[in-house]
């Protein structure tokens, strides 16, 4: 069968096409960029999905961490619009579909979560409510939500993604280079906890939500974190470690507050403790479950695929 990704050219994307081909299924990517095997978010309106479309995914969204972007009420804009309007669209399109997919897998993140130094979260914790990322979580997620007489019939999966840790993107794409000097540390206090999982693992959570396995009904929100949380102290260890660095001065909280905006440093500066209890129950299993193997892998290879 087909896969149709929205944003499938991005990090997890391309981590996530590569996976699903050496699995036998053709992937067709939804893109702002034309390209073979693509088409273009006014293709996908006007003509709607390919005809033996099995899955739909969506991982479309403005790069909220993209440090040459001011935090103005513009990119902010950009920002939600990017992942609200992309999602709708698929929705969109799978109501529109004659035969339909059997399952529409959408991401989100686990700022949906109140960061804190104590609490411990599982799907059924409460949030999505508190600021503007949590509330962009809510809405994102809502607006892949389809017409009940369609929700019955296609299985809907939403993934509330942590930082996905590998190459050629994401965090690490930012943190390579200072800590391959020596130059990285923990951001504060480093006591902060990291919800993480490794880009390979995303990918298998996508494929194992794609396939449902002898589990037909899998649905509903899945968190897409490892299941051994860390400190952001212990990550740079883990870290500075694998690449054979020190990695002891710390990075002020002020200085990214300042360059990225408070708002989103809470990304850095913050972070909850989210167990990817749904997952587990469902005999996912992961491959890297602790941040030394994970690390490790990383520094190891240039590219996930
Ligand atoms: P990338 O930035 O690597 O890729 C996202 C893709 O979205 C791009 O390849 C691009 O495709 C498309 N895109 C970018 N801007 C826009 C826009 N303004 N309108 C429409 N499409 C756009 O992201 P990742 O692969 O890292 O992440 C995928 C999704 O998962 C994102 O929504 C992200 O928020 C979420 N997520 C990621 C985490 C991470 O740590 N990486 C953590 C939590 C959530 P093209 O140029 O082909 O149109």
């Excluded at 790069?63 to 698929?90: I, Y």
């Excluded at 054979?244 to 850095?268: C, D, H, S, T």
Aim: aromatic residues 10%; glycine residues 10%.
């Amino acid at each position: 069968g087909t896969v149709v990704i929205g944003g499938g050219t991005g990090f997890i994307g391309s981590a996530l096409s590569s996976l699903l081909k050496r699995n036998g299924y053709s992937v067709i990517l939804v893109s702002r960029m034309p390209g073979p095997q693509r088409l273009s978010w006014t293709d996908l309106a006007n003509e709607g999905l390919p005809k033996d479309c099995k899955a739909v995914v969506n991982l479309a969204g403005q790069n909220v961490l993209d440090p040459t972007r001011r935090w103005t009420p513009g990119f902010k804009q950009n920002v939600w619009s990017s992942r609200v309007h992309t999602n709708k669209a698929l929705a969109k399109a799978i109501t529109a579909a004659d035969k339909k997919p059997e399952v529409f897998v959408t991401v989100s993140g686990v700022g949906y979560y109140k960061p804190s130094l104590t609490e411990e979260y599982t799907e059924d914790s409460p949030g999505g409510n508190f600021d503007f990322l949590s509330n962009l979580c809510t809405e994102w997620e809502a607006a892949a939500k389809l017409p009940a007489e369609i929700e019955s019939s296609v299985r809907r999966v939403v993934i509330r993604s942590g930082i996905v840790l590998g190459r050629g993107g994401g965090m690490i794409q930012q943190l390579y280079i200072p800590f391959w000097f020596g130059l990285g540390g923990p951001v504060g206090s480093g006591l902060q906890p990291l919800p993480w999982i490794h880009i390979t693992d995303m990918a298998r959570l996508f494929h194992f939500a794609i396939e449902g396995k002898e589990n037909k009904n899998l649905q509903g929100i899945f968190n897409g974190v490892a299941p051994n949380v860390v400190s952001n102290k212990d990550f740079t260890k883990s870290f500075a470690s694998a690449l054979r660095r020190p990695a002891f001065i710390p990075v002020p909280l002020f200085a990214l507050n300042i360059a990225f905006g408070e708002e989103r440093a809470k990304i850095m500066t913050e972070g909850q403790n989210v167990k990817p209890k749904r997952a587990l129950e469902m005999g996912f299993r992961f491959l890297y479950p602790d941040i030394d193997s994970a690390c490790k892998a990383i520094v190891g290879v240039k590219k996930h695929e």
